[in-house]
T-cell receptor, first 117, second 112 residues
Framework: DTEVTQTPKHLVMGMTNKKSLKCEQH?????MYWYKQKAKKPPELMFV???????INESVPSRFSPECPNSSLLNLHLHALQPEDSALYLC????????????????FGPGTRLLVL | RKEVEQDPGPFNVPEGATVAFNCTYS??????FFWYRQDCRKEPKLLMS???SGNEDGRFTAQLNRASQYISLLIRDSKLSDSATYLC?????????????FGTGTRLQVFP
């Protein structure tokens, strides 16, 4: 099973709202990622968690707050977003092997399509 | 210079054609390379990893030239179902860190 699930599939929120995006995988992967993808653009990395610890933050504004409660779950908390934050938010996971410098395939979830009004 | 650059596309080819996509990357220390495929309004899915010796998976052949920092994907006998955006992806993370950088993608449209 190479499935990454994300909820909700669609989200509409106002600029004063607080919402959360959720991601889950049961493949035993120890690295999880958040990406943002605007229309007709490639995915852009936001955050990387490795062994439940934040290892990369690509200078993402603080209105996006990631959280990794356990090795299977990854959340993205949203607060005071701007209309330009409207995008597809993709979660991904990958195996992490201590004896290899980089992990291999990243498996993506279907994404949450976010619209900020 | 962009970190990962691809042919702009779109490529419009008939069924049965052979089509090649090219990609260059800026970080010579990069260790892992991939081609992903993304269908409209769907998530990216791994098509194949790219190895130094080149590798083939059915109708798909990937090549890597580290000296030129160049990656290619060849699709033979194109099918209608091959229509998608093909993303060249390079792992530019430091040791034990994953940082995938995606190219802008090349759109392929296969017509009957």
């Amino acid at each position: 099973d190479t499935e990454v699930t994300q909820t909700p599939k669609h989200l509409v929120m106002g600029m004063t709202n607080k919402k959360s995006l959720k991601c889950e995988q049961h493949m035993g992967h120890r690295a999880m990622y958040w990406y943002k993808q605007k229309a007709k653009k490639p995915p852009e990395l936001m955050f990387v968690y490795s062994y439940e610890k934040l290892s990369i933050n690509e200078s993402v504004p603080s209105r996006f707050s990631p959280e990794c409660p356990n090795s299977s779950l990854l959340n993205l908390h949203l607060h005071a977003l701007q209309p330009e934050d409207s995008a597809l938010y993709l979660c991904a996971s990958s195996q992490r092997r201590p004896q290899r410098p980089n992990s291999e395939t990243q498996y993506f979830g279907p994404g949450t399509r976010l619209l900020v009004l | 210079r962009k970190e990962v650059e691809q042919d702009p596309g779109p490529f419009n080819v008939p069924e049965g054609a052979t089509v090649a996509f090219n990609c260059t990357y800026s970080n010579s220390a990069s260790q892992s390379f991939f081609w992903y495929r993304q269908d409209c309004r769907k998530e990216p899915k791994l098509l194949m990893s790219v190895y130094s010796s080149g590798n083939e998976d059915g109708r798909f052949t990937a090549q890597l030239n580290r000296a030129s920092q160049y990656i290619s994907l060849l699709i033979r006998d194109s099918k209608l179902s091959d229509s998608a955006t093909y993303l060249c992806v390079v792992n530019m993370g430091a040791y034990n860190t994953d940082k995938l950088i995606f190219g802008t993608g090349t759109r392929l449209q296969v017509f009957p």
